[in-house]
């Protein structure tokens, strides 16, 4: 519960809901040359939050591939908003 005399403080930026995911992913960029793999662990239809060593070393953009455990996989561009430590925040920048 939010206290009432800082009602900002925690309020949500997001326009929506992320749902909790802990799921593999891959961040490729330089035309598929370059690939880190990190951890999914939110997401919703305009953005993802992601965790790894490597994240601070993702490009502006990039496309992000989530594993669909058949041997393919579903991909989406994004735009890295912000990164602290092992994790980083994403918006996907398609039509998605």
């Known amino acids: 519960m939010r ?6 403080v925690f309020s949500e930026k997001r326009g929506h809901y992320r749902a909790l ?9 330089n035309d598929g040359a370059s690939v880190i793999e990190v951890a999914l662990r939110d997401i919703s239809p305009l953005g993802a939050r992601i965790a790894g060593a490597d994240v601070t070393g993702l ?5 992000l591939r989530i ?12 735009l890295l908003v912000w990164a602290k430590g092992a994790t ?5 920048i398609d039509e998605g």
């Open 3 to 8: 206290p009432k005399s800082f009602p900002g």
């Open 21 to 29: 995911r802990r799921r593999e992913a891959r961040c490729v960029f």
């Open 59 to 63: 490009p502006p953009t990039f496309e």
């Open 67 to 78: 594993p669909d455990g058949l041997g393919g996989y579903s991909a989406r561009q994004a």
């Open 88 to 92: 980083a925040g994403l918006t996907f």
